[in-house]
């Protein structure tokens, strides 16, 4: 069965450290993964897919196929930086969601 | 954000009464999605529907039903509402290709 696991439900780092948020999923197939954001009172928002291997806001994150993770990383984290973060992983027409990482971004 | 809206934007209702949310979107996107979103366990799939008339259920379907009778409304249903249904809903539907999905704003449902 597949499943996304986020150990962190918070994470407090200061201003200017490094944010690394943690994801491993479970899956028999070929996995596309995705990182969703969700900033204070707004709706959940697109943060990068694996599939386009891109940086978006100065974030990233690698397929590990061998370590079946997914983890987000930021070299500088900012305080706009602060937000939920969600891991989720397309399987068919579906798309399962970690429980969230709520990170915080200490001036 | 793709044109979703959710109405209404926050409920309180009593146990036992049913409950209509609904969904609508304006550019025509086959698949919609509605998810409960709740402290500790994340988003978690209600039912989803891959075109009119076509729903299926996801991981948490007991106690709701949904209907989609045109490509932009998506109805979600709680047939006699639990203070356990306590949560906040949230729509989304799919781009092609799964590429990306786009969310609603969500409602707060409160049963008290």
Known sequence: ?107 | DAGITQSPRHKVTETGTPVTLRCHQTENHRYMYWYRQDPGHGLRLIHYSYGVKDTDKGEVSDGYSVSRSKTEDFLLTLESATSSQTSVYFCAIATVSFYEQYFGPGTRLTVT
């Open chain 1, 1 to 107: 069965a597949q499943r996304v696991t986020q150990p962190e439900k918070l994470l407090s780092v200061f201003k200017g450290a490094p944010v690394e948020l943690k994801c491993n999923y479970s899956y028999s197939g070929s996995p596309e993964l995705f990182w969703y954001v969700q900033y204070s009172r707004q709706r959940l928002q697109l943060l990068l897919r694996h599939i386009s291997r891109e940086s978006i806001k100065g974030f990233t994150a690698d397929l590990n196929k061998g370590e079946t993770s997914f983890h987000l990383k930021k070299p500088f984290a900012q305080e706009e930086d602060s937000a939920m973060y969600y891991c989720a992983l397309r399987a068919g027409n579906q798309f399962y969601f970690g429980t969230g990482t709520s990170l915080t971004v200490i001036p």
